[in-house]
């Protein structure tokens, strides 16, 4: 659950915020005493209010009460609750989002999830949907790896999300991350924490903004029930492997690259070695290779190998550092490649034991 604050502490909050850094909306309740304060706060800083919670509460009543033959029921529900108070001002919390300068006026946390959970029923049922609550996934890498985070947290697919990279948003990346040419140069982590906490203020995020080393691996790591493996650094991926094994923790990779995907179910395969064992020996840091291209062909071994990527990225990959700067990526590769983490890491996390894979899919993997 997140801490409320009061209007007071909201009130020296914004005399302190940073909003270029900030990233996490402040929560916080309000009495009749602070409603004069507050729109005196609103207009002196011209704040954006977006204030529909008559809108969200008419949401809630139809889902409290589906059935259109009784529609009274949902007039009574909706006048009690406007009866508990003397302003809806003072229903449920706001959260005051920094870098837009936005309040926004919610259901209370437990209400608000309800409803915003109920349209994956029954694909995910209530009870699934409290049991995923309970769920911790951490997200490595931010180029695929932030829409499948994204994806995590829109389906509401776990209750903590940890999200870790070190590098920027360049105007290069805007050919497949979601992100606009105001967010140049910020962190990845910033950009994506921003958007999944738009979406769900209520939930527990973490961010590792220079990324996962040696030295912080244990605190990433620490608790999980799913690890998305996205980042392109060759021993990480290998010791990220290691650990997850070690403490029998799921991991799914996969690439915007011919739909390929990896599940690696540490969970209870236990004899499974780190990458299905397919490279036979820990890499080498990126350092030790002759030039970019030497290394993202050593990459392609994380794909099934040289001759299992397309041709065309083949041939992009022989001219990095010649006419090109680096892997070609593309938004729909990307998009696809998120959707088989979602579609993986629910079904995971909820405890089916799914086989061990490795390779191009070609999608066959979703009919079951």
Known sequence: MNTIHSFAAFNHFLNSVNPRS?????????????????????RSRDIVLTDQIEYQLTELAKIRFPSEDHPSTREEFLMHLRNEYRSMMCYGNWAYLSWKNTLVHLLP?????????????????????????????????????AEAAITIAQENLCGELRIADFDILDLSNLNRISAGVDELGLSKTLIAARKIKSMNPYLNLELFDN??????MDEFLKDLDLVVEECDDLLLKYRIREEAKRRKINLVYTADERGFFSLEPYQYEGGLKPFHGLLGKTPRPREEYADTRDFMKALCGWLGGWENISPESRASVMEIGRSLCGYPQLASEARLAAAQVGHFARRLLL??????HYGNTEFPLFST
């Open 22 to 42: 900030d990233w996490e909306p402040f929560l916080f309740t309000t009495g009749m005493e602070d409603l004069s304060a507050l729109k005196r706060l609103i």
């Open 109 to 145: 946390e437990n209400v608000y999830l309800e409803v915003i959970t109920n349209r994956n029923q029954n694909k995910i049922s209530g009870d699934e949907q409290l049991e995923l609550r309970k769920k911790k996934v951490g997200v490595i890498g931010l180029s695929v790896g």
């Open 211 to 216: 990324g996962v080393n040696e030295n912080n």
């Open 351 to 356: 405890g089916e034991k799914l086989n061990s």
